[in-house]
């Protein structure tokens, strides 16, 4: 990504807070500090600078330890005087070799994000379409047919997607090539998900209700 330098306020010393997070799952990452050369290399280059305090000079993250930070979203805040940085991570973030430099000592240094927070982009789609009804819409002719018509849907991708496992798990048992296989699976999933978040919206209920249904039963286990 690159792009023209927004209008930052930078502090006394030269420097703007940069907060980076995970464009795949929004987790935070770090915290460190951009002048206006480390913001005008990572807009250009697309990959991620800042300014190092202790060193007092440019610093490309990932120099060193090849972990580099590729930029993919720059926001600023309210006042101009803090950014924040969406960044896709190669590697480990933080230099004791944890994902994020917010995680305790001796967590997994390869857990990855898995994108959930596209979902919010997809979701914010459907309750646009729900509200909006506008034509020629496959979301909201789905809708419109009421909760026996998206039901059927939903059952109909499930069975698919079970379906597209147990051909997934032959493909392996006979050590044949499971490319196809894989990505059917891939996308009935993907199908199945659309549906269900549709049968939510026709329902009136949100994803939300469904996580916080899922944080409370994995506090219990």
Same mark, same amino acid.
């Given at each position: *990504?690159?792009?023209?330098?927004?209008?930052?306020?930078?502090?006394?010393?030269?420097?703007?807070?940069?907060?980076?997070?995970?464009?795949?799952?929004?987790?935070?990452? *770090?915290?460190?500090? *951009?002048?206006?050369?480390?913001?005008?290399?990572?807009?250009?280059?697309?990959?991620?600078?800042?300014?190092?305090?202790?060193?007092?000079?440019?610093?490309?993250?990932?120099?060193?330890?090849?972990?580099?930070?590729?930029?993919?979203?720059?926001?600023?805040?309210?006042?101009?005087?803090?950014?924040?940085?969406?960044?896709?991570?190669?590697?480990?973030?933080?230099?004791?070799?944890?994902?994020?430099?917010?995680?305790?000592?001796?967590?997994?240094?390869?857990?990855?994000?898995?994108?959930?927070?596209?979902?919010?982009?997809?979701?914010?789609?459907?309750?646009?379409?729900?509200?909006?009804?506008?034509?020629?819409?496959?979301?909201?002719?789905?809708?419109?047919?009421?909760?026996?018509?998206?039901?059927?849907?939903?059952?109909?991708?499930?069975?698919?997607?079970?379906?597209?496992?147990?051909?997934?798990?032959?493909?392996?048992?006979?050590?044949?090539?499971?490319?196809?296989?894989?990505?059917?699976?891939?996308?009935?999933?993907?199908?199945?998900?659309?549906?269900?978040?549709? *049968?939510?919206?026709?329902?009136?209920?949100?994803?939300?209700?469904?996580?916080?249904?899922?944080?409370?039963?994995?506090?219990?286990?």
């Amino acid at each position: *990504m690159t792009g023209s330098a927004p209008d930052v306020r930078f502090g006394t010393d030269g420097l703007v807070p940069a907060i980076v997070q995970d464009v795949a799952d929004g987790r935070v990452l *770090m915290l460190a500090w *951009m002048d206006a050369a480390a913001l005008e290399a990572t807009l250009a280059t697309g990959e991620v600078h800042f300014h190092s305090r202790s060193r007092d000079r440019l610093w490309r993250k990932g120099e060193t330890s090849g972990n580099v930070l590729r930029l993919r979203g720059l926001a600023i805040d309210c006042d101009a005087d803090a950014l924040l940085v969406s960044a896709e991570p190669v590697g480990p973030t933080c230099h004791r070799g944890t994902r994020s430099c917010f995680d305790s000592d001796g967590a997994p240094a390869n857990r990855e994000g898995q994108g959930f927070a596209w979902l919010e982009t997809l979701w914010s789609t459907i309750a646009s379409r729900a509200a909006e009804r506008p034509k020629g819409s496959y979301t909201a002719d789905l809708l419109a047919g009421g909760v026996d018509v998206v039901a059927r849907k939903v059952a109909e991708e499930a069975t698919e997607v079970v379906l597209a496992a147990k051909d997934d798990a032959t493909a392996e048992v006979s050590d044949a090539d499971r490319a196809t296989t894989r990505q059917r699976l891939v996308e009935e999933t993907a199908d199945l998900l659309y549906h269900l978040l549709v *049968m939510l919206a026709e329902r009136g209920s949100t994803p939300g209700d469904v996580t916080g249904a899922l944080r409370e039963r994995h506090g219990s286990t």
